[in-house]
Nanobody, 113 residues
Framework: QVQVVESGGGLVQPGGSLRLSCAAS????????MDWYRQAPGKQRELVAS???????HYADSVKGRFTISKDNAKNTVYLQMNSLKPEDTAVYYC???????WGQGTQVTVSS
């Protein structure tokens, strides 16, 4: 079974940065597209960023220019570099294997002064 585990969340001040990691149980190259989603309390879960098997990226308009999705196929790990963080970025961030719909447990990101 495919499993992913997120890490790297925490409390950060507005304007700060965090790097989230998503460690997969198998070959992310084989899995294909990997996604980062986020969900704030009382709000719809939204797609934040995606990276395809061959490295093409997609970003939600709300994070474009601030977040960068990347991956290390050798480490079977996907990253989300989050810069210039805003309070509205506060959410639980989830990693997802696009093809299988496998979710991680999520990691909390809180942006507050």
């Amino acid at each position: 079974q495919v499993q992913v585990v997120e890490s790297g969340g925490g409390l950060v001040q507005p304007g700060g940065s965090l790097r989230l990691s998503c460690a997969a149980s198998g070959s992310i190259f084989s899995f294909g597209t990997m996604d980062w989603y986020r969900q704030a309390p009382g709000k719809q879960r939204e797609l934040v960023a995606s990276i395809t098997r061959y490295g093409s990226t997609h970003y939600a308009d709300s994070v474009k220019g601030r977040f960068t999705i990347s991956k290390d196929n050798a480490k079977n790990t996907v990253y989300l570099q989050m810069n210039s963080l805003k309070p509205e970025d506060t959410a639980v961030y989830y990693c997802k294997v696009h093809s299988t719909g496998s979710w991680g447990q999520g990691t909390q990101v809180t942006v507050s002064s």
